[in-house]
């Protein structure tokens, strides 16, 4: 599984666009986007998905549950 | 729109002593103004003269550090910094940072590219502009590529022009050598407490060293940032000035003790805001019904940390993109739209030109604040009052009543005129009382004054101040501030004197939910 950004609660204020270890996030028609192959879900990088954290607006960074678990290679 | 302010030259009087007697009123800058007397009532216990030289020539053209240069100088905002590193609960994200802006608005964001040249479009319309400030819409050093890059850019182009940034500390010790690189003069910091417990009820989290952090142990955190940050501005001979939210039954005691230790700190001012909160924002406090303090509350305090060090009583809360002399907001020219159309010439030859015109314009008011002054020389009596004056600046009564988008608020005594703060009262209002009749709600915001000085009023308001108790006052359009306001005021003691009118004292007034907004 990858993060996704609900398009409908993000106020594309890009706080966690320079915190993505992986340089997954990037501002597609005035909202962020994560792109989900890119996404580790910052295992191996931090403790906590540094997207969820730094966002203001509560239940914006989710799981999304479409996307296969990422898996870390050892 | 507004009218470019006259700058017309009145009596230009002597010079020699004047430059005193600016530096006097700088050591005032505070509280704006007081009275000529040789021991300050808003100076700090460091007593007379706190203010050195090198800061006062730092400040004096200052609109955000002194409400008297505010009337002759503007500063201008720009929006680079959207994030934020942390979450306070009067603060929703998806407007500006509240720290400095008023609740519930949105600025328009640039880049540091559009940032420049908005700021040297301005600089050519306005001449009086002189300041540059980044304080969102979320924290300038969160941001910190943008913000120094900004900077940058503008020192430049435009070395004439100050630069300043506000922050919540969270980040700032990180980049204090930067901001001593880049010469920015002026960084404000917002300090609501300095005891963790009472910052746990106003941040619910930070985000630090890639964790979010929460409750009691991040209030430790960033209080510990802070203050740290401000020891490193004050030894590497920053300005430093210090922003508390009062949110009363949470912080507002405890705001005695913020502003001692920002004060052995070395911050050089300190600017008590009341908190602006309404479900409407919707923010913690806005839903939580927390409410913000009457403006007796805010005096109170005010006047409690007084005695500790200068008090900045005039800041409006204005949004991250504004542009402007007090309380006008001239945004709307200067659309990202209306700039990349602009054709920009900046010349630093006609603004210099400009700002010294402002210069004589300041010493005569000087000169006719004395001469008030000297009327009530003599004069003995414990009677002080409030009273509201429209003005549009140039340090005048210049303001029609119907007109004024705030009034400005002196407390009168016989020691002299203290600025108090300012009342908006203007229409555009989201939350509050938006629907109402104005009258009704300029008679609020101004209900602990004794009179109201305007450039004229027409009849209908006339009889319904009158009404509520409030003199309008229109003899004295287009004079000094407080010239006038002293010639009224011995006038008025006269009256009490010979038994004509009876001295009573006011209520309370309202502070003015919603944020600065053209219509
Ligand atoms: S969870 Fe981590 S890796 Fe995935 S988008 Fe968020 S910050 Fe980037
Ligand atoms: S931090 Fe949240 S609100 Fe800000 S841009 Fe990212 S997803 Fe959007
Ligand atoms: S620091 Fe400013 S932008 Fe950040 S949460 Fe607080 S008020 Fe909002």
């Not at chain 2, 340090?395 to 108090?420: C, D, M, P, W």
Request: proline share 5%.
């Amino acid at each position: 599984m990858a993060y996704k950004i609900v398009k409908s609660q993000c106020t594309a204020c890009a706080a966690c666009e320079p915190e993505c270890p992986n340089n997954a996030i990037r501002e597609k028609d005035g909202t962020f986007i994560i792109k989900p192959e890119k996404c580790t879900e910052c295992i191996g990088y931090f403790d906590d998905p540094q997207c969820v954290a730094v966002c203001p607006v509560e239940n914006t960074c989710i799981i999304d549950a479409g996307c296969p678990r990422y898996q870390a290679t050892a | 729109m507004r009218k470019a302010i006259d700058v017309s030259i009145g009596v230009v009087q002597e010079m020699k002593p004047l430059d005193k007697v600016m530096q006097k009123m700088a050591e005032h800058k505070g509280c704006g103004m007081s009275a000529g007397s040789g021991k300050a009532s808003c100076g700090s216990a460091a007593g007379q003269g706190d203010l050195a030289p090198e800061v006062w020539e730092k400040v004096k053209n200052h609109p955000c550090y002194s409400e008297e240069a505010h009337h002759h100088y503007a500063r201008m905002h720009v929006a680079v910094a959207p994030s934020c590193n942390m979450q306070c609960n009067y603060c929703n994200r998806k407007y500006d940072c509240a720290n400095e802006s008023r609740p519930g608005v949105v600025s328009e964001k640039l880049t540091p590219q559009q940032a420049t040249r908005k700021v040297l479009a301005v600089a050519s319309a306005i001449p009086q502009m002189t300041v540059l400030g980044i304080a969102g819409p979320g924290d300038p050093l969160a941001n910190p590529e943008k913000t120094f890059k900004t900077f940058e850019l503008i020192s430049k182009a435009a070395p004439d022009i100050k630069l300043c940034l506000s922050t919540n500390g969270l980040a700032l010790p990180d980049h204090v050598d930067t901001i001593k690189n880049l010469n920015v003069d002026h960084v404000t910091i917002t300090i609501n407490m300095i005891d963790p417990e009472v910052g746990a009820e106003i941040y619910p989290w930070i985000f630090y060293k890639h964790r979010r952090i929460k409750g009691r142990e991040a209030a430790k955190i960033l209080t510990e940032r802070q203050l740290q940050g401000l020891d490193m501005l004050t030894e590497r001979g920053i300005l430093c000035k210090v922003n508390s939210v009062m949110i009363p039954g949470i912080n507002d005691r405890h705001l005695v003790d913020v502003n001692k230790a920002v004060k052995s700190r070395g911050a050089f001012l300190h600017n008590i805001m009341p908190l602006i909160s309404s479900p409407e924002h919707g923010t913690v406090f806005g839903l939580t019904g927390q409410r913000g303090p009457s403006a007796q509350e805010l005096k109170d305090l005010q006047d409690s940390c007084e005695g500790q060090m200068n008090m900045m009583r005039h800041c409006r809360q204005c949004r991250a993109d504004a542009v402007g002399l007090l309380g006008e907001d001239r945004s709307a020219e200067f659309t990202t739209e209306k700039i990349m159309a602009m054709d920009v010439n900046y010349d630093a030859d006609t603004r210099k030109a400009y700002q010294q015109m402002v210069e004589q314009e300041r010493r005569s008011k000087v000169a006719a604040r004395q001469d008030g002054l000297s009327q009530l020389a003599g004069e003995t009596s414990d009677i002080r009052v409030l009273v509201a004056v429209a003005t549009q600046g140039s340090g005048r009564i210049n303001e029609h009543f119907g007109h004024a988008r705030e009034f400005q608020v002196y407390e009168l005594s016989t020691g002299g005129a203290k600025f108090v703060g300012h009342r908006r009262v203007d229409l555009y209002c989201r939350g509050g009382y938006g629907e109402e009749d104005s009258l009704p709600t300029v008679i609020r915001a101004i209900n602990d004054c004794h009179a109201v000085f305007v450039a004229k009023i027409g009849g209908c308001p006339r009889g319904e101040l009158i009404q509520a108790g409030i003199e309008p006052v229109d003899r004295y359009a287009h004079e000094f501030i407080e010239q006038s306001a002293f010639a009224w005021f011995k006038g008025y003691l006269d009256r009490v004197k010979r038994a004509e009118i009876r001295h009573a004292a006011r209520g309370d007034a309202d502070i003015r939910q919603g944020a600065y907004v053209v219509a």
